[in-house]
T-cell receptor, first 112, second 117 residues
Framework: DQQVKQNSPSLSVQEGRISILNCDYT??????FLWYKKYPAEGPTFLIS?????DKNEDGRFTVFLNKSAKHLSLHIVPSQPGDSAVYFC???????????FGTGTRLTIIP | EAGVAQSPRYKIIEKRQSVAFWCNPI?????LYWYQQILGQGPKLLIQ????????DSQLPKDRFSAERLKGVDSTLKIQPAKLEDSAVYLC???????????????FGPGTRLTVL
């Protein structure tokens, strides 16, 4: 039972344009959501997070949107840069169970 | 500030052999996690320690996997005997103090890639 889903295994975006990565979840007890970025041969690196009491959180070029009714969140990167090429994981936590549940990841490629 | 250290980075063994991974968390971090990441999947939590006590090991296959965190600092994860399906990247992460009430970012090490033949 996959509780956090990233349905797009890969995404290619032109440099300077907006990258939008999507994530859906099924567990209504999740109340905290995170995005991690992973380069090859490295561990995941925390990027940005959002609590369920908010619907938007922004940090520089990165913005996460949360739609609780649709159980959907998205990560926007504007403008996209070549260094953003990586695998992005969505993760969620909550319901008294504080462990992170990860999605399967989306490989983002920024085309120069 | 030094990050989470893991060793070895790569390990190849035959099925039924045993293997051990080592993790040194960020200094001062009370909580330590071991994750298993199978190719094409996201990381899955195996075990979580708070200092040297186990907080969650519900997804640890206890018939073959064991982990310890002596003195609340370094940790080792052992597999004995290994199966083909144990081929994965084993990630260690640490956070400052998970039970403090506020969310603490988990910082990941580079992982150990295990191949079981």
């Amino acid at each position: 039972d996959q509780q956090v889903k990233q349905n797009s295994p890969s995404l290619s975006v032109q440099e300077g344009r907006i990258s939008i990565l999507n994530c859906d979840y099924t567990n209504s007890m999740f109340d905290y959501f995170l995005w991690y970025k992973k380069y090859p041969a490295e561990g995941p690196t925390f990027l940005i997070s959002i609590s369920s009491i908010k619907d938007k959180n922004e940090d520089g070029r990165f913005t996460v949107f949360l739609n609780k009714s649709a159980k959907h969140l998205s990560l926007h990167i504007v403008p996209s840069q070549p260094g953003d090429s990586a695998v992005y994981f969505c993760a969620a936590s909550g319901g008294g169970n504080e462990k992170l549940t990860f999605g399967t990841g989306t490989r983002l490629t920024i085309i120069p | 500030e030094a990050g989470v250290a893991q060793s070895p980075r790569y390990k190849i063994i035959e099925k039924r052999q045993s293997v051990a991974f080592w993790c040194n968390p960020i200094s001062g971090h009370a909580t330590l996690y071991w994750y298993q990441q199978i190719l094409g999947q996201g990381p899955k939590l195996l075990i979580q320690f708070q200092n040297n006590g186990v907080v969650d090991d519900s997804q640890l296959p206890k018939d073959r996997f064991s982990a310890e965190r002596l003195k609340g600092v370094d940790s080792t994860l052992k597999i004995q005997p290994a199966k083909l399906e144990d081929s994965a990247v084993y990630l260690c992460a640490s956070s400052l103090d998970r039970l403090a009430g506020a969310w603490d970012t988990q910082y990941f090490g580079p992982g150990t890639r295990l191949t079981v033949l």
